[in-house]
C-alpha cells in the first residue's frame, strides 16, 4: 500500500510559479513511479508529468514541456512539481499517483492516487 498527501495548490497570476509537493509513505513506493494529473472542471484527467524513484528519469505532457519540472527528494521521500509560466488553462485539481509501471502516461495504470490539491492561475 501506498499513501500519497499533496500540498502546495493555490491561486497565481498568469506568468506566475508554484511548487506541488507530494509525501509518500509505504513499504514499497520507492519501486513506483510517481505521477503528476491534473482535471479540470468538465474536462478528462490529463497527464501532466511522471518520475520513476530510481533513477530519477522524468517524462512530460505536451502541454506542459519546458514550464514544468518534476523532482524528487529521496531523503524526504517527497516528490515535487514546479510550475512555471503558468496559464489560464493550467487551472485544474492536481494529483499525485503512484504506479509499478515505467513509462507510465495513462491514469489508469496508476493504483495509488492522492487527494489532488487545486491550482487557479488568474488571467
Given at each position: 500500500q501506498v499513501q500519497l498527501v499533496e500540498s502546495g495548490g493555490g491561486l497565481v497570476q498568469a506568468g506566475g510559479s508554484l511548487r506541488l509537493?507530494?509525501?509518500?509513505?509505504?513499504?514499497?513506493?520507492?519501486?513506483?513511479?510517481?505521477?503528476?494529473?491534473?482535471?479540470?472542471?468538465?474536462?478528462?484527467?490529463e497527464f501532466v508529468g511522471a518520475v520513476k524513484w530510481i533513477g530519477g528519469a522524468t517524462y512530460y505532457g505536451d502541454s506542459v514541456k519546458g514550464r514544468f519540472t518534476i523532482s524528487r527528494d529521496n531523503a524526504k521521500s517527497t516528490v515535487y512539481l514546479q510550475m512555471n509560466s503558468l496559464k489560464p488553462e493550467d487551472t485544474a485539481v492536481y494529483y499525485c499517483a503512484a504506479s509499478p509501471s515505467y513509462p507510465a502516461t495513462r491514469a489508469t495504470i496508476y493504483n495509488f492516487w492522492g487527494q489532488g490539491t487545486q491550482v487557479t492561475v488568474s488571467s
Open positions: 509537493s507530494c509525501a509518500a509513505s509505504g513499504r514499497t513506493f520507492s519501486t513506483y513511479t510517481m505521477g503528476w494529473f491534473r482535471q479540470a472542471p468538465g474536462k478528462e484527467r
